[in-house]
């Protein structure tokens, strides 16, 4: 079993900057590639950016040049670095890992952290 918790999220204004934090905790050595999505009210959640443990990295293309996301190994750590917001970025941010456990694919959501890009 692979735990998530996810932190950063808040209030910020157009063109502003946050950093997401989400630490993983338990099976890590099971995990393949972790991830962040976003669901805004009403919509679908959505990939905003995932990483796998090799160092592959996605972006949602309505978000390329403007976040960056990060995994540190080390410590089970994985980040999105998130510049230049606009109010459209507001949203319920989920970390996501997907991994493998004896021979059966799983995927673990965190409990998400609202961004909010407001003025």
């Known amino acids: 079993q692979v735990q998530l918790v996810e932190s950063g999220g808040g209030l910020v204004r157009p063109g502003g900057s946050l950093k997401l934090s989400c630490a993983a905790s338990g099976s890590i050595f099971s995990i393949y590639a972790m991830g962040w999505y976003r669901q805004a009210p009403g919509t679908n959640r959505v990939l905003v950016a995932s990483?796998?443990?090799?160092?592959?990295?996605n972006y949602a293309d309505f978000v390329k040049g403007r976040f960056t996301v990060t995994r540190d190994n080390v410590n089970n750590m994985v980040y999105l670095e998130m510049n230049d917001l606009k109010p459209e970025d507001t949203a319920v941010y989920y970390c996501?890992?997907?991994?493998?456990?004896?021979?059966?694919?799983?995927?673990?959501w965190g409990q998400g952290t609202q961004v909010t890009v407001s003025s």
């Open positions: 996501r890992a997907d991994g493998d456990e004896s021979g059966h694919d799983f995927s673990t």
């Open positions: 990483v796998t443990s090799f160092g592959k990295i």
